[in-house]
């Protein structure tokens, strides 16, 4: 069946530092790939997405870019800040139900 | 302001009493989910509706029920049959297309005593 994996955390930074969070798939047809992010407390907001191949998501600074050929869709910033400390999930929906398969999540610290 | 509004934030109730969560949606969208998540862990789906007065379990629907009355609601209700129910309960909804992304709600932390 289909499924998301990515990376365990925790995963602590610096602040200012470069950031990858890897999240690979398995999937039948054409997935959509998203990532959410969930502050502390909150649900999950949208943080990006991509429907196609070789489409690059990005958002606040954040981005990744949808491989077909590897099945990922890795998450990077090229400097974090201390809010940027959440959790991030990776997630995927096809076109044959409009459910949506969530990785187990990774919690990033950032570091003053 | 469009958006998913879930209440009450915190709940708290005796064991085995039943519990009802609230989630109203304004985004005029047709799909809507109920998960649980745990401390540490991803999203489970409990049940999910594409369509008002339908509505169809997910992988982890034992002790819980819902009701789609309304286009806008998708109340959840905890059960006594429910062994373990704390846990963060987050709704979601999105127009019903496929591969469309979800909007959720800021969830519902339910502890029982």
């Known amino acids: 069946g289909d499924s998301v994996t990515q990376m365990e955390g925790p995963v602590t930074l610096s602040e200012e530092a470069f950031l990858t969070i890897n999240c690979t798939y398995t999937a039948t047809g054409y997935p959509s790939l998203f990532w959410y992010v969930q502050y502390p407390g909150e649900g999950l907001q949208l943080l990006l997405k991509?429907?196609?191949?070789?489409d690059k998501g990005s958002n606040k600074g954040f981005e990744a870019t949808y491989r077909k050929e590897t099945t990922s869709f890795h998450l990077e910033k090229g400097s974090v800040q201390v809010s940027d400390s959440a959790v991030y999930f990776c997630?995927?929906?096809?076109?044959?139900?409009?459910?949506?398969?969530f990785g187990k999540g990774t919690r990033l610290h950032i570091l003053p | 302001d469009g958006g998913i509004t879930q209440s009450p934030k915190y709940l708290f109730r005796k064991e085995g009493q039943n519990v009802t969560l609230s989630c109203e949606q304004n985004l005029n969208h047709d799909a809507m989910y109920w998960y649980r998540q745990d401390p540490g862990q991803g999203l489970r789906l409990i049940y999910y509706?594409?369509?008002?007065?339908?509505?169809q379990k997910g992988d982890i629907a034992e002790g819980y029920s819902v009701s789609r009355e309304k286009k806008e609601s998708f109340p959840l209700t905890v059960t006594s049959a429910q062994k373990n129910p704390t846990a963060f309960y987050l709704c979601a909804s999105n127009i019903g297309i496929n591969n469309q992304p979800q909007h959720f709600g800021d969830g519902t932390r339910l502890s029982i005593l």
């Open positions: 509706s594409q369509i008002v007065n339908d509505f």
């Open positions: 997630a995927l929906t096809t076109n044959r139900d409009d459910k949506i398969i």
């Open positions: 991509a429907t196609k191949a070789d």
